[in-house]
């Protein structure tokens, strides 16, 4: 039987192999916050990224959206993983779903020029999550905004697929697939099979 | 110079077609395979090792293809599914119907579930007190084959004693992980099994190929053949004999016959050029999954054969059966919220199972006859579907989402559908696909039975997560759409009545003594037991005997 170790190897070169054929560049920032094997310090600034779909405007709103829906907040979020311009470069390759995005945008600015007496893109942070607040929440939603609440969902979802895909995100996650195991790993707790007296997590 | 004449022809390379081609050419035999798409590299067509990341739509895939693809099709296997031989349903039929047209088939992307049937499925029909009829074979007939099958993949699990399910020869099984304990516990408390599953899916070196290394995402592929498929396990050996040609992109029309009634080869198309091709042989066995296997003898019509070649019962294309899958509850393990993730789901397979417990004693206890069974799913998946669940945004959300990422679990169920006259396929007289080929029609509903199991189904599993200490989520409203399971069987149905059956215990046809069938189409229904094991069971025991009568001339 063949050893181990050749086996072993042969894995690493097919990894290696999939890694070298993965020849899509990504974008600035997905290179940036994907890159195989850097640990490169987050703060370096990517080139200016050029919407494919969205105005200027618009994907400065996206850019909010997706930041406040995942935050930089001592870890890294939507800003570093460049979910706006996943949000961007999805959007621009799906007809179907233009409309929503477009729509919804102006419906959020009009939204806070009701509520608050500015467009969405033109509030100040605190501003721009109250009126998050009464879109994400059940208990504060009221009749009539549901095409905001659907707009909502609709952001959060590109928000948390574009975070999530990235390599910050699945970091995050501590995503333990696609790794190398020597054997099929099992639960580590041989003395608690209820798992009911785990240790307290470190907050 | 007189054109080739092959001793078999051997249309399809899946699990069915795989084995008899192996088992053909290793026994001194010539074979002509034919497949109707290309050839894999697994470095280049299998992107498992691929982080999301590194893919152009992140493994979504392009929205603008998305529409039209199958459920099990992704932005790492995009291409390999087939999309140029459509199919059309009868009013009122939903069918979903994915077929990987790559060489292998769909043992590229298998969910490697490896169970044996057992004489509680084989005779269904006298045990539940005359439903359908019993198979013509016993346990103890096709219990050698899958031995033999079992030595050959290597199917990793453990001796369990259970009256649904025949203990086999078992490489070590995956170990139990947190989820498992939590909900073994539970199931304890109901008295519901909860087992190791029977997995083709490699925990040792087996065979010359390398044990599994857990990487995760199994069902894109495997790169270092650590499962069973055909490319990997079963084609090598055929080639190495010198006795193989493999003509890809070879679309089969219709099996060719002679004016004697025999089979004397196969007409195809050649999907890139669309050329009509014909190749030659002393006899063919049709193993292209069980659809287009009834597809091409009813296509092989002749003013011999109006209805359709082996047809005099008038039962080819009768009696489809298929999986019932759908999700029978989720739900989160309070147990594990914030601990570290741990490499839980990196077999992206069941490693566990709920196997069949339901009627075990002969006549039904159930509302419902025969059985189910249940597979638990859960742990550090990579993608965190349960923030559905958890509602908000910013940082309270990003710390929830992490925070439940070791917890989900999710259950689903395999359901054996009956056998019933309404559920079938026809061609269609109207409809031809990309290659000028009548479209077969397919005619499929849910029965009763089926329907009562998957109420029960949901029952029992909201059940287990509750007597686990889990929270449920929720649970599927419908279950998925009929095809959904790729387990369909019968339309060529073995019996010993050619009057009523197809083919004969053998896996020939009863009218057309050599023309053989060699994928699930002959199976009398597809009982709570995956059908790939079988398959291989059945094609090898085939094989065989159509060696043995090729070898004592009686074809």
Redesign the interface.
Known sequence: ??G?GI?RR??LR??A???G??G?P?FHR?AF??GHGTDAPLQVRPARYTPRFFSAEEYAAIERLAE????S?G?P?AREAGVAE?IDF?VA?????QFRFRYGLTWLDAYGERLLGRPFRALEQEGQ?EL?GQL???DRHRPGEEEGREFFRLV?EYT???F????VG?Q??????????????????PGD????N?Q??KV | MAPKVFDVIVVGTGAGGGMAIKTLCEAGLTVCALNSGRRLRPAKDFRNHRQPYDMTYRGFGDPRKRDRYYHIENEYSDGLWEHGITYTTAPGTSWEWPRCHAVGGKTNFWGRSAARMGEIDFKAATLDGGYDTDWPVSYVEIAPYYSRVERLIGVASTVQNRPSNPDGEYLPPMKLRCLDHILKGGCDTLGVPYLPDRLAQLTVPHEGHPPCHYCGNCTEGCDTGSFFSTPWFLLPAAEKTGRLELRTNAVARSVLVDEGGRARGVAYVDRETKQEAEVHAKAVVIAASCVESARILLNSRTRDWPNGLANSSGQVGQNLCDHLYGTTGYGYLPQLLGQPSFPDNVSASQVVWMPRWQNLGGAPREKFIRGYSIYPTGGCGEFPWYEKEIEGFGSQLKRDIKRYYPTPVSFYCQIPSLPRRTNRVEIDPEVKDAYGIPVVRVHFQWGPNELLMWEHAKRVTADVIKASGAEVWGAGKEPYTPGWSLHETGTLRMGNDPKHFVTNRFGQTHDVPNLFACDASVFLGCSDKTTTLSILAFSLRTSEYLIERLRTGAL
């Open positions: 039987m063949a181990q086996e042969e894995v097919v990894l192999i999939a890694a054929a993965s899509y990504g997905w916050a994907c406040l829906i995942i935050p907040d870890t979020g996943f999805m390759s799906d007809p179907g779903v999550s998050l994400a929440y059940r959060r948390l697929m574009g999530y895909t990235s390599k699945l995050q996650l501590d995503y333990p697939g696609l790794r190398i195991y020597g054997e099929s790993p099992g639960c580590p707790h099979p209820g798992h009911r785990l307290a997590p």
